[in-house]
């Protein structure tokens, strides 16, 4: 009789233990939460769950009735907190329905009949409405869209070449706009799109994946680089390999990631060198007797990880004799002794009046004492040096010295740069000093120009303006994306302007001539203190057209999949410095940046639809959970930098960072010659589930009306279905909005296509009402921009899918195109 009312009574004394051990962490985190100043809620959530769990497992039906009590103030609580946001009541209320479910599932041996029916209809009542509120929230997550403003008529494009047919540059053409006019692919016919060709690169880093490669479209032709700097042409119609050079790039030379984000075009009978625009673009018309003479009349140019220049013959894939030493010139050239790993081209040259103008990525974290993040200029049909940029030495105008170098640990601009051939000038984004997170060393000129962007003249290599977004920046918030070209109206009439994406989020509209603000930009007091005071501008830029960035940070929006693990990071919120956006590094506990350093906008940029007078932006919203780290323990913990002797004494690769992996950007960077080395937890993830402490969404993409800055609509970007604790995918086909890395494509027929998301996804949505048309499944990540362009009479949509190892997607080397089905192909039939 003992043995039978024992076992009858299990899954009491079971859900009673469960009770107890899921009260437990709550009331000790509880008890710690309320000392830092946190929230009332869990320690008294972790008393009633102990107290219940315990009458529980003894048979008290009291302990049904606390729990009961428990639940429905939980759920008032949660609607208190956070209202109807879906993704917000999810830890706060799935876990304790999941509890109440299992508790009503062993009424049956606690409760008579009369009871056991009020307390399971009032249980089930507090449970429909807790679901159906997330729902609601669910539905409502987008912000509603707004009438599109009526458009400005055709901008025009400030370039040699334009989209349509073709795709000659990064952004389309060198105004940076991502927009085709081609308007066969529509909102009415967009559900027909089918995969017509898929093209394997054969380039597939085993670590550090993450191409990012945008291929160029020109006459029947799409050339791209692969992630170790192969390059290829493809039939556009077709996908058929025409040829393919392989520079043979040391896997020694990939820095943080194998990327290539794309190659340049030239054409020598368009443009003679540093001479004015041509006035007719036509490829039959010849620009004198240097162009009629020279060899690879049409060229690919791109920039290799190991920091060379390589110039090939468009028709062939052969290197072209002419330029520099047989198709190659070495940029590293007057920056001393060279790590491998620590220079490497990672995106486009720009070719403004046939001057190729590069920089270079300089691997963050390592040395304060990189190399230099020197501009340069070379002539696209020799390869000679015409100029270098050396910012503290602006009487150095070529190469240094022999024995001499370009000044070490200058702002480098590792990101694409877009131009305006008839004003000669080149628009670079700015990176920050080496050693992103210290400034109390950097001179006044890198003080001037890092994190600007600064428009140079292509005639002399000298800045004609600069215009900075961040006072000695310790954020890592250097210019990601290009600068888009724009026609802006004003009261005095249409004024050619650029519209400037930035990681914090904000978006300027800057006068391009000049680079005098076309809508105010506020200087507003922002935080001090941190370990350099003295450094810190009491002020930075606020532009007041628009921003990305959401409001501050607060203990509400910490989020996991339990009331535990948002607990955790209500404590690590609790725990760190934060007074809102620019909270100055410290070193004795950890500090808050949000955004954190993916933006607001990285490399992708924005996309500009000049028709409509629309921006569309890609964004991130995640913060960054960082430490300075003092030098001595950043030692004891082995973070040396590439290279250093330490590292191979000990037998380590030199590439290696000590005993941190090369996983995150800034996860135990050693700053090598300044007195912190930094410790970054990139999206601020618990370590345990994986699961990021900020609710969603992670990220979003929005409309933005050009004349006014006002947001049209916005919404989250990329599923959950890749998402999960613990790297499983849950594979709901939820938008969650994900962490993105890549660029939009915005066309005439109303559409934005993007992939970027980590949901391994590419889509079309309207540019009306921001809803998504179409979607299909990618075979890796989409970390990359798409491309448009019409091929016999044909419109295609071409990505390339090489996956991100930062973003946790997988690899591949995959370029695949779609396009309609081919209607001449069923009149055959």
Known sequence: ???????????????GAVFILVGLPLVIGGVWLLALGGSFYYLPAGLALVVSGALLAVGRPLGAWIYTGLYVLTLLWALWEVGLNGWALVPRVVAPTILMAALIAVMP???????????????????????????????????????????????????????????PAFGGTDAARRYSPLTQINRDNVDELERVWLFHTEDLPEEKWGAETTPLKI?????????????????????????????????????????????????????????????????????????????????????????????????????????GDNGQVDIKRGMGDVIPGMVSITSPPT??????????????????????????????????????????????????????????????????????????????????????????????????????????????????????????????????????????????????????????GDLYILDRRTGEPLVDVEERPVPGGGVEPTERSPTQPFSTFHTLAKDDLTERDMWGMSPIDQMICRIGFRQAEYEGIYTPPSAERRWIQYPGYNGGSDWGGVAVDPRRGVIIANYNDMPNYNRLVPREEANERGWYPRGHPKLIEEGQQPESRGGVPEGAEGAGDPQWGVPYAIDVNPGWRMGF????????????????????????????????????????????????????????????????????????????IDIETGETVWTDVLPAGGQAAPIVYEQDGRQFLVLMTGGHHFMETPRGDQVIAWALPDRRDNRNR
Not at 109 to 131: C, Q, S, T
Request: proline fraction near 7%.
């Open 1 to 15: 009789m003992f043995d039978r009312l024992a076992l009858a009574r299990w899954p009491l004394v079971t859900l």
């Open 351 to 504: 070719i403004v009046r046939g001057v190729v103008v590069t920089g270079h990525q300089v691997l963050d974290g390592q040395y304060r004492e990189a190399p230099s993040g020197v501009i340069q200029g070379f002539d696209a049909e020799t390869g000679e040096l015409l100029w270098a940029w050396d910012m503290t030495r602006p009487d150095l105008t070529g190469r240094p010295a022999e024995g001499d170098t370009y000044t070490r640990g200058t702002p480098n601009m590792w990101t694409i740069a877009s131009s305006d051939e008839q004003l000669g000038l080149v628009y670079l984004p700015m990176g920050n000093s080496a050693a992103d997170y210290y400034s109390s060393d950097r001179s006044e000129a890198e003080d001037e120009f890092a994190t600007a962007l600064v428009a140079l003249d292509v005639t002399t290599g000298r800045p004609a303006w600069s215009f900075q977004t961040v006072r000695i920046d310790v954020w890592d918030y250097d210019l990601g994306g290009q600068a888009s070209l724009i026609d802006y109206p004003t009261d005095a009439g249409i004024v050619p302007a650029l519209v400037l994406p930035s990681k914090q």
């Open 109 to 167: 041996l606690l409760l008579p009949h009369g009871r056991r029916a009020a307390l399971i209809g009032g249980g089930a009542l507090a449970a429909l409405l807790v679901l159906g509120g997330i729902v609601v929230g669910f539905a409502n997550r987008a912000d509603p869209a707004l009438s599109l403003p009526a458009g400005s008529g055709d901008m025009g494009e400030p370039d040699l070449y334009q989209t349509g047919k073709d795709w």
């Open 219 to 323: 006459g029947d032709t799409l050339y791209l680089c692969t992630a170790r700097n192969q390059l290829i042409a493809l039939d556009a119609a077709t996908g058929e390999q025409r040829w393919r050079y392989d520079p043979e790039v040391s896997d020694d030379w990939i820095p943080y990631t194998a990327a290539c984000r794309g190659v340049a075009y030239y054409d020598s009978r368009r443009t003679a060198v540093a001479g004015p625009a041509s006035t007719d673009p036509s490829p039959s018309e010849q620009d004198g007797p240097r162009a009629t003479a020279a060899l690879c009349t049409t060229r690919i140019i791109e920039g290799t990880l190991d920091g060379r220049l390589i110039a090939v013959d468009a028709r062939t894939g052969r290197p072209c004799p002419d330029f």
């Open 689 to 764: 589930t994986g699961m990021l402490c900020k609710q969603p969404p992670y990220g979003g993409i929005r409309a933005i009306d050009i004349r006014t800055g006002r947001t049209l609509w916005d919404r989250p970007l990329g599923q959950a279905r890749k998402n999960g604790p613990f790297g499983i995918p849950s594979m709901l086909p939820v938008d969650i909005g994900t962490p993105n890395n890549g660029g939009a494509v915005v066309t005439a027929g109303g559409l934005i296509f993007i992939a970027a998301a980590t949901d391994d996804l590419i889509r079309a």
